[in-house]
């Protein structure tokens, strides 16, 4: 599913009402879940990977990018 939907980005609603990111301090429990199974997504796929391929992909940030 997260590779599906690509990795949540942790966001924060304004006092406007808008949204923005949040900054890695303001990330609670959950959003460094997140992030940790995104890392285990991309190092899943990493492993399946030769060295020819893990150069073309090693600048992706998300599981999906890969």
Known sequence: MLIKNGALI???VK???TKTHKK???FDHDD???KEKNAKAKK???FGLGP???TQ???CES???I
């Open 10 to 12: 942790p966001m924060k």
């Open 15 to 17: 006092e406007d009402g």
């Open 24 to 26: 890695p301090e303001e």
């Open 32 to 34: 460094f879940k997140m």
């Open 44 to 46: 899943l796929l990493y």
């Open 52 to 54: 020819d391929e893990y």
């Open 57 to 59: 992909i090693s600048k």
């Open 63 to 65: 599981a999906k990018e």
